[in-house]
C-alpha cells in the first residue's frame, strides 16, 4: 500500500463538503514504469454515486509481443468514471438531476465499503492500453505472424472476461 493512496471509507467521503483530491508522485509495483505515475484524483459523493475525475500520466515499462524485447511507452489519460454506491440493479434512468449524466456506470461499492485510488490508478492506467503491445515500426519481430496471432487471441479472451468500457473501445481503434 501506498501511503497517501490509502483506501478511504464511503462515509467518511460524504461527510466531506467539498471533493476529495489526490495529489501524488507513486511507483507501483503491479504497473513497473520508467518514471514515477503522476497523478490527481478527485472523487465526490454525489447522493448514491460516487463522481470520479482524474488525470493520469507516466512512463510504462513493456515487453513487445511481437520480439519480446522491453520498451517505455508514455501513456497520458484523463479517465471520469460514475461508481454507483449501494444497489448495482437500480436501472440506469434512476439517474437524479444532480448527477452528471454524461456517465454511466458498471462498477458499484458497498456504502460500508472504500474507495481505493491505488487501484483506480492502476485499473485506469492498464484501460488505456493496446490490445497487442509493439515497440514500434524497426520491431525485429515484424514477422512473426503466428505468434502475434496466437497472443492476440490470447489477449482478446483475457479481456472477454473482464468488462470494458465502450468508450475505450472506440479509443484503441483510434489508436
Ligand atoms: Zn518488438
Redesign the pocket.
Known amino acids: 500500500m501506498i501511503a497517501g493512496l490509502n483506501p478511504i471509507p464511503i462515509k467518511e467521503l460524504r461527510a466531506l463538503a467539498s471533493p476529495k483530491t489526490w495529489d501524488f508522485e507513486v511507483y507501483l509495483n503491479e504497473l513497473p514504469s520508467s518514471r514515477p505515475i503522476q497523478g490527481t484524483i478527485s472523487a465526490e459523493l454525489n447522493d448514491d454515486f460516487l463522481v470520479l475525475q482524474g488525470r493520469l500520466a507516466t512512463l510504462l515499462k513493456l515487453t513487445?509481443?511481437?520480439?519480446?524485447?522491453a520498451?517505455n511507452q508514455g501513456i497520458e489519460c484523463n479517465p471520469k468514471e460514475l461508481i454507483r454506491v449501494g444497489e448495482a440493479s437500480l436501472p440506469q434512468r434512476a439517474l437524479s438531476p444532480k448527477t452528471p449524466n454524461l456517465y454511466s456506470w458498471v462498477e458499484s461499492l458497498d456504502p460500508q465499503g472504500y474507495f481505493n485510488p491505488e487501484r483506480w490508478t492502476f485499473e485506469q492506467l492498464t484501460l488505456g492500453l493496446p490490445l497487442l503491445n509493439?515497440?514500434?515500426k524497426?520491431?525485429?519481430?515484424?514477422d512473426n505472424y503466428h505468434e502475434v496471432t496466437t497472443v492476440r487471441a490470447n489477449k482478446e479472451k483475457a479481456n472477454a472476461r473482464t468488462s470494458i468500457d465502450p468508450r475505450m473501445e472506440i479509443l484503441k481503434k483510434l489508436l
Open positions: 513487445c509481443d511481437r520480439c519480446l524485447r520498451f509493439t515497440c514500434g524497426e520491431c525485429p519481430g515484424q
